[in-house]
């Protein structure tokens, strides 16, 4: 399966964007579906991930109430509708599939990775 993420880009604090992962291959909907960030300098984390039917998700603290995650099988896209954004949320966002565990929220669970979006919020 190719992962395709799309949507980033720059932003005022307090704004909002939705990101999208957009997914090659019939078996995308086998799959959950993770989002995970990177900072400059910093450890890629876990973001937000959903199940495979999308009547799951789970959510880093740090997102909770401010982040939500989607999906559309027909479509084959999932969805981060990040909302309230902070300066602290400026990362490359990546989505990701494979893991075998629920919810998986470490990066090494994940097999498939898309290539990355840029978020970058102002002050």
């Known amino acids: 399966v190719q992962l395709q993420a799309s949507g980033g880009g720059l932003v005022q604090a307090g704004g909002s964007l939705r990101l999208s992962c957009a997914a090659s291959?019939?078996?995308?909907?086998?799959?959950?579906v993770g989002w995970f960030r990177q900072a400059p300098g910093k450890e890629r984390e876990f973001v937000a991930t959903i199940s495979i039917s999308g009547g799951s998700t789970y959510s880093a603290d740090s997102v909770k109430g401010r982040f939500a995650i989607s999906r559309d099988n027909a479509k084959n896209t999932v969805y981060l509708q990040m909302n309230s954004l902070k300066p602290e949320d400026t990362a490359v966002y990546y989505c990701?599939?494979?893991?075998?565990?629920?919810?998986?929220?470490?990066?090494?669970?994940?097999?498939?990775w898309g290539q990355g979006t840029l978020v970058t919020v102002s002050s």
């Open positions: 291959g019939r078996t995308f909907s086998s799959y959950a």
């Open positions: 990701a599939v494979g893991a075998l565990s629920w919810p998986a929220v470490k990066a090494y669970e994940y097999d498939y």
